[in-house]
C-alpha cells in the first residue's frame, strides 16, 4: 500500500491545502510508528509470561486446527511478527518467535492466524468481499496517485477519476480489513479459553496482544482514507 511519504511527494503540493493535509499525513504516519512499537513492546512484555497450558504456540495450534475440523498445515516462517494464513496454499505461517514458544504473547498470535483459517472455512462474509476486492487494490494502491497525476497533467478528467476509483478500492480493502482481523481476534480468544489454554488472567494479556496489533489496520484505513479524500479534492480542484 502506498505510504504517507510517498502519498506527500506524489500529489502532496496541489492545491492551496497542501499545508493541511501534509500536517495530517504527518500526524498519522508518526502515530502509526508509535503503534508499530506498541505492538512489538506489548508482544515483548507478555512474551514473559508462559502460558498455563505449557505448549508451544505450534502445538496449540494444531489442536486448534485439529478441534477446528481444518485440513491446514503449519510451517516456520523467518522474521519477528510476520505471521499469516495463505489460503491459497492452505498454510499457517508462523514466525520464529512464535512457533516455538509457549509464552501468552506466541499463543495469542497463533490463534489469531487459526481465526483467519475458521473464516475461511465458515465462509465468513467479510474476509470472501476482502478477496474479491484485493487484486483491484493491489493494482489501485501502485499506480492509482500516478494515474491521478497524469490525467491533471495532460487534461484528461477521465483518466484522474479512473486513478480515484482504483484508489477506493484500496480503502475498501482496508475498510473491511477491520472488521475481518476483529472477527479472527474475538475467534482467538473464544479457542484460547475454550480449549482451556489460557487462564483468566492470561486471556486479559492475550488481548491486549491481539487489540495492540489490530491497531495498526485503524491507523492504515485512516491514512487510506485521508489519501483517497485527497485525490478526490485535488482531481475535483483541477476539474473547475
Do not use: W
Not at 473464544?190 to 480449549?195: A, F, P, R, S, Y
Amino acid at each position: 500500500m502506498i505510504t504517507p511519504v510517498v502519498s506527500m511527494i506524489i500529489y502532496g503540493y496541489y492545491g492551496s491545502d497542501y499545508i493541511f493535509y501534509t500536517m495530517l499525513m504527518l500526524v498519522l504516519f508518526v502515530i502509526g510508528i508509535g503503534i508499530q512499537a506498541s505492538v512489538k513492546n506489548t508482544f515483548k512484555k507478555y512474551s514473559q509470561n508462559r502460558a498455563s497450558c505449557h505448549l508451544s504456540a505450534h502445538d496449540v495450534a494444531s489442536r486448534l486446527l485439529y478441534s477446528g475440523g481444518s485440513n491446514a498445515s503449519i510451517d516456520i516462517t523467518p522474521g519477528n511478527l510476520t505471521d499469516h494464513y495463505n489460503p491459497k496454499t492452505n498454510v499457517v505461517s508462523l514466525s520464529e518467535s512464535v512457533y516455538y514458544s509457549d509464552s501468552v504473547s506466541a499463543l495469542a498470535v497463533a490463534a489469531h492466524e487459526i481465526g483467519h483459517v475458521m473464516q475461511h472455512q465458515d465462509g465468513y462474509i467479510p474476509i470472501k468481499l476482502r478477496n474479491a476486492i484485493l487484486p483491484v487494490a493491489q493494482i489501485g494502491s501502485g499506480i492509482a496517485p500516478y494515474l491521478v497525476m497524469l490525467g491533471l497533467i495532460f487534461g484528461t478528467p477521465t483518466l484522474a477519476m479512473a486513478g480515484v476509483y482504483l484508489f477506493s478500492a484500496v480503502f475498501a480493502f482496508q475498510l473491511i480489513t477491520l472488521p475481518v482481523e476483529f472477527n479472527a481476534s474475538r475467534r482467538a480468544l473464544v479457542m484460547l479459553e475454550g480449549g482451556g489454554y489460557v487462564s483468566g488472567d492470561e486471556r486479559k494479556m492475550a488481548k491486549k496482544v491481539l487489540s495492540a496489533a489490530a491497531a495498526t489496520y485503524v491507523i492504515a484505513t485512516l491514512t487510506s482514507l485521508l489519501s483517497l479524500l485527497r485525490l478526490i479534492s485535488i482531481t475535483n480542484g483541477r476539474r473547475r
